[in-house]
């Protein structure tokens, strides 16, 4: 089974500083797919980026950007000049393609203004 | 793109009622729907994979009457929560994958339940 890890349950940023948030996760599949996705205040869990394992470049996404370590099972988000609006829950989740995806426990980040 | 819609956003019910969810994905085709549970701070639990045309596949735990599932058309999956008790009382949410190989899940706004 697989099992996502985020060790960090709270977080804090000073806007338009940088922050990185991290997860690990345990599985024997070689072919995976890794996400971040962002809970705002409303609720509505939006994707924030996307990682394929069998790509060894990092995912960007305009001030996102992961840092992601195969071999080390690690897959943190990296978040430059945060803002206001980047207060959210993160989770971290992985999935083996077409099955069911698993959720970390999830980094609750707060920027600061 | 990638927009999926639940309604009703809130909800508030009697004990013993019934409450039906829908979950529809607006712009695309969805072959497989899934339906969360999410505690107040805490993570989401999967209560159940909803295939089209197919019964749903749930979750250890998750009790198959009471939450009843249907995915009928490739757009609509609904959620009845059956004999609604106190300790129904959830925000549940739904994603949706697109079309038969999409991987990517995407969510909708979630609804919350209240069962007086």
């Known amino acids: 089974a697989q099992t996502v890890t985020q060790s960090q349950p709270e977080m804090s940023v000073q806007e338009a500083e940088t922050v990185t948030l991290s997860c690990t996760y345990d599985?024997?599949?070689?072919?995976?797919?890794l996400f971040w996705y962002k809970q705002p205040p409303s609720r509505q869990m939006i994707l924030v980026i996307r990682q394929e394992a069998y790509k060894q470049q990092n995912a960007t996404e305009n001030r996102f950007s992961v840092n992601f370590q195969k071999a080390a099972k690690s897959f943190s988000l990296k978040i430059s000049d945060s803002q206001l609006g980047d207060t959210a829950m993160y989770f971290c989740a992985f999935t083996g393609g077409y099955q069911k995806v698993t959720f970390g426990t999830g980094t609750k980040l707060q920027v600061i203004p | 793109g990638a927009v999926v819609s639940q309604h009703p956003s809130r909800v508030i019910c009697k004990s013993g009622t019934s409450v039906k969810i829908e979950c529809r994905s607006l712009?695309?085709?969805?072959?497989?729907m899934f339906w969360y549970r999410q505690f107040p701070k805490k993570s989401l639990m999967l209560m159940a994979t909803?295939?089209?045309?197919?019964?749903?596949?749930?979750e250890q735990g998750v009790e198959k009457d009471k939450f009843l599932i249907n995915h009928a058309s490739l757009t609509l999956s609904t959620l009845t929560v059956t004999s609604a008790h106190p300790e129904d009382s959830s925000f549940y949410i739904c994603?949706?994958?697109?079309?038969?190989?999409?991987?990517?899940?995407?969510f909708g706004p979630g609804t919350r339940l209240l069962v007086l």
């Open positions: 599985t024997s599949e070689n072919n995976y797919y």
């Open positions: 994603s949706a994958r697109l079309g038969t190989s999409g991987v990517t899940q995407y």
């Open positions: 712009d695309f085709q969805a072959t497989t």
């Open positions: 909803s295939n089209e045309g197919s019964k749903a596949t749930y």
